[in-house]
Structures are given as structure tokens and as C-alpha cells.
């Protein structure tokens, strides 16, 4: 039976509690028989970096905070148990009341979704960190590990930056990115 078409819908949940609430759904649908029903259970997730105390923390965190998607068929029961599941406030595209139906995502909108997604969780992007040009920071990835450079120009959106570094007693130019350098 896992030939039933499921579509993508976007369900409102409480903030911060999105995969205790994935969770939920995950189980509420699987112990009450509509295991057919349900495709893939996402929730968006970033990589973040974040400076605390000097020291680099990795952590993730909701890309779309607030928000659970979901691939299934919501004929029959399956939207009922979804809707009772606690924490879940409502479905995205939801007329007023609990008769209407939720639409669907586009197909545009489920592959920008997931592409999006692929690309958060392969890598670090968000970097908080402050620096100002002006400012000696230190080198602590690549082939000036260990060496101290002076920031000349800041490119936050790429999160890189430009130093120049005494290597031999001149002035060399480097460009790095956020996550090679530390503050001194």
C-alpha cells in the first residue's frame, strides 16, 4: 500500500519544541495504524558556530523555528490524529475551523525546501563574531597557524576577511575565513 501519493504539508507547532513534537507525530500515526500514510518528518535544522569564552561552540538549531514538515496523505483519520497531537497548533494554508483542509506545498516550494535543507545541514555558515577592521586577531587554521595579522577588510556575507601578516618583516595579505582565526 505505500503506493498512496503524499503530498507535502507545513504543520504551525510550538516554538523551540519542534522535534519533541516530530516525535510525537512519528508515534501517534505509527501506533494507530497509518504508517502507510506518512512519508519523511523534517525539521529544518542550520549549523551554527558561535564565540563563547574564545572558545568555537557548534550548535544547531530550527531553521524555520516553529514549523514541522510533513510528506502523507491526510485522507480519512491520519489529519484528525495529526491535529491532536500536543503541541501541533495548526496547518499551514488551513481555512478557519477544523472541516477545511490544509493545502499542500508546490512542488517549487518542496524542492527549494529540501535543497535548502541539504545545504544547511552540510556545513557551519552562521558565525557570530565581532570583529572590527583595525583589530590583531590570530591565525588558528591553514598555513599560518600560530602567526598574528591585522584586519584591513571585513566581507560579512561571505564571512571571510582580509588580514595582513608580518611574515619576514613585510607586510604579506591573507584572506581567510571567520572559522580560521580567533581573537587574542
Not at 501506533?31 to 544547531?60: A, D, H, S, T, W
Not at 497531537?85 to 494554508?93: A, D, K, R, S, W
Not at 577592521?133 to 590570530?138: A, D, F, L, N, P
Request: net charge positive; proline share 4%.
Amino acid at each position: 500500500m505505500s503506493d498512496i501519493e503524499k503530498k507535502w504539508y507545513v504543520i504551525k507547532t510550538i516554538s523551540g519544541q519542534e522535534n519533541k513534537i516530530k516525535f510525537y507525530i512519528e508515534n501517534e500515526l505509527i501506533n494507530n495504524g497509518f504508517k502507510n500514510e506518512i512519508g519523511k518528518i523534517l525539521v529544518p535544522i542550520e549549523k551554527i558556530i558561535k564565540m563563547r569564552k574564545g572558545k568555537r561552540i557548534y550548535r544547531e538549531k530550527a531553521y524555520y523555528p516553529g514549523y514541522v514538515m510533513i510528506e502523507a496523505n491526510l485522507d480519512g483519520e491520519a489529519l484528525h490524529a495529526i491535529r491532536n497531537v500536543p503541541g501541533v497548533i495548526t496547518f499551514l494554508g488551513e481555512g478557519k475551523g477544523t472541516k477545511s483542509n490544509p493545502v499542500p506545498m508546490r512542488k517549487e516550494e518542496i524542492s527549494k525546501m529540501l535543497g535548502k535543507m541539504e545545504d544547511l545541514s552540510n556545513s557551519y555558515k552562521n558565525i557570530n563574531l565581532s570583529f572590527v577592521v583595525g583589530e590583531t586577531i590570530k591565525v588558528i587554521d591553514g598555513p599560518f597557524n600560530g602567526f598574528n595579522g591585522t584586519i584591513e577588510k571585513i566581507n560579512e556575507e561571505k564571512k571571510k576577511l582580509e588580514l595582513a601578516v608580518l611574515i619576514f618583516g613585510r607586510k604579506t595579505p591573507l584572506e581567510l575565513n571567520f572559522t580560521q582565526i580567533e581573537k587574542i
